[in-house]
């Protein structure tokens, strides 16, 4: 009866020390396969064409590929610098508004060899005169291969570089009203 005793209590360790077991790993498959913070999606874009990127860098060693921390940890940032730079003139954008904005990334290193987003968003994407055979029409601006610049409209437009090997965020731009 004491073997019977034993041999129960032995079974009875075993099941709590797997069930322990997979209990843990579960929560630790959970945690990896947690949604991240941003996705990309259709109101996303990289812009990669160097010939576009004097204006926005003078300094730019070379461009490079994020993975989904850097999405996170940029999006984190991003977050902080619109909390820190509020004001009562912004009527769009915070940090619930953010998410719904239309955005124009390059990635790209400095002379430093820091790892620096760009990011160009809008609320709204402008229609643009085009020549069609000597005849202007109107067409919605080519954002997902040209960088979109407007003056004015507020904080409709905006545009900020975070540097993510600093963890730092610098020329955080919101348009002024006309």
């Known amino acids: 009866m004491k073997n019977k005793l034993t041999m129960r209590t032995i079974f009875k360790i075993w099941i709590l020390i797997n069930t322990i077991w997979i209990i843990n790993g579960c929560k630790q498959n ?3 396969n947690k949604t991240p913070d941003f996705q990309f999606d259709s109101i996303h874009t990289v812009i990669s064409d160097t010939s576009q990127l004097n204006w ?18 940029t999006e984190s940032i991003l977050k902080t610098a ?8 912004w009527s769009l954008l915070d940090t ?21 987003v760009f990011i160009n968003a809008f609320c709204r994407v402008l229609n643009i005169p085009v020549d069609s055979a000597g005849i202007w029409i109107m067409r919605p601006c080519d ?24 963890k730092t965020y610098f020329d955080f731009k919101v348009n002024g009203e006309a």
């Open 30 to 32: 959970s945690q990896e």
């Open 82 to 89: 619109i909390k820190e730079n509020m004001n009562e003139y």
């Open 96 to 116: 619930l508004t953010v998410k719904k904005y239309h955005r124009q990334y390059t990635f790209y290193t400095n002379s430093n060899n820091d790892s620096i």
């Open 56 to 73: 926005i860098a003078r300094d730019l060693n070379s461009l490079w590929t994020p993975n989904t921390n850097d999405l996170n940890i």
């Open 143 to 166: 954002w997902k291969n040209t960088f979109m610049m407007v003056n004015d409209g507020g904080d409709c437009y905006w545009s900020i570089k975070i540097n993510l090997t600093r």
